[in-house]
């Protein structure tokens, strides 16, 4: 499988060229890269029986292409596969508090993918793509847990998203008031927002005498 990137830019096509605020777009890949590799749950918008649907998943990436995966008895799963579809990941970084509603605003970070899905059907590149989305919400935890049998992997359907068409919006930093209203005795700034790991609980089936593992606890208060 090629994963080799087609260019160190971004694509710029009619779905990708923001219409607003375009000084919020970063059209370096690296910057498609670390928003998707920052997440943990996107977004698919696919057409489901002629009617608009979105699936929040986890996925995982390898190089330029995006994994997705579900039951194979995933309605909108099944419509996405050979379809146009659209990915989405967004990050909350804060709350931007303005002086007047009107330029009240959010600081974050967003993706958003098109492109013709594909099943995966090839086995060595169905593991990896598991492996992949695994490790995009627990890392560590598939050397240690029991890999797929045959059945759960025929239960599984994996969907690939090139990401060859994409864009990259953020905004970050204080409010923009207008000049008038920074006369008024109202308080402006940014109330951040952090989403981060608590002490992990132990399932209350769980055998004595088995450790939380260092993977999982060093995760412990991080990002």
Request: a neutral charge; hydrophobic letters at 40%; one cysteine or more.
């Amino acid at each position: 499988m090629d994963v080799t990137p087609p260019s160190t830019s971004l694509s710029t096509t009619a779905r990708t060229r923001l219409g607003r605020l375009r000084e919020r777009a970063r059209l370096d890949r690296t910057a498609l890269y670390e928003v998707l590799d920052a997440g943990m749950i996107c977004h698919l918008g696919v057409i489901v029986d002629g009617a608009p649907t979105v699936i929040p998943t986890g996925y995982g990436r390898i190089g330029d292409t995006l994994f997705v995966h579900g039951s194979t008895a995933n309605r909108g799963l099944r419509a996405a596969a050979g379809a146009e579809i659209c990915v989405t990941v967004t990050h909350l970084d804060g709350v931007v508090l303005a002086r007047s509603i009107f330029h009240h605003s959010m600081n974050y970070r967003s993706a958003v993918v098109y492109g013709r899905s594909r099943v995966v059907d090839d086995p060595g590149e169905k593991i990896d793509a598991l492996r992949a989305i695994s490790e995009r919400l627990a890392p560590g935890q598939w050397d240690v847990a029991r890999p797929p049998n045959r059945k759960e992997l025929a239960a599984t359907t994996v969907v690939a998203v090139p990401l060859g068409e994409a864009s990259v919006k953020v905004r970050q930093g204080p409010p923009g008031d207008e000049d008038a209203d920074y006369a008024l005795d109202v308080w402006a700034g940014v109330l951040p927002v952090r989403q981060i790991f608590g002490e992990a609980v132990p399932d209350p089936l769980l055998r004595a005498g088995i450790p939380v593992p260092p993977h999982v606890a060093r995760r412990w208060g991080t990002p």
